[in-house]
């Protein structure tokens, strides 16, 4: 069964920073590209950031320069370091893998910027 796990989401002020977290399992993990999204009520989910199996990155231009992808194949995990936070990154962020032909999400993890 595939699943993900997000974390590290929270309140912080603005100009502050975050790591988000993605404990991966069910799949091999470093065979595939993962990701991150995140939605607003209302709002379609929207592509954050990306990386690759062998590490090739890409991002939304509202959070290149500020936000950081990584991953570590020894412990299936993604990670994403958010620093310089706006208000406007104020929402649920969830993780994603795509595999089969279908795209795997975990439940989300909140975030709150405060101006």
């Known amino acids: 069964q595939v699943q993900l796990v997000e974390s590290g989401g929270g309140l912080v002020q603005a100009g502050g920073s975050l790591r988000l977290s993605c404990a991966v399992s069910?799949?091999?993990?470093?065979?595939?590209?993962m990701g991150w999204y995140r939605q607003a009520p209302g709002k379609q989910r929207e592509l954050v950031a990306t990386i690759g199996r062998g590490g090739l990155t890409n991002y939304a231009d509202s959070v290149k320069g500020r936000f950081t992808i990584s991953r570590d194949n020894r412990i299936n995990t993604v990670y994403l370091q958010m620093n310089s936070l706006k208000p406007e990154d104020t929402t649920v962020y969830f993780c994603?893998?795509?595999?089969?032909?279908?795209?795997?999400w975990g439940q989300g993890t909140p975030v709150t910027v405060s101006s």
């Open positions: 069910g799949i091999i993990f470093s065979l595939y590209d």
């Open positions: 994603n893998v795509h595999l089969n032909n279908l795209d795997y």
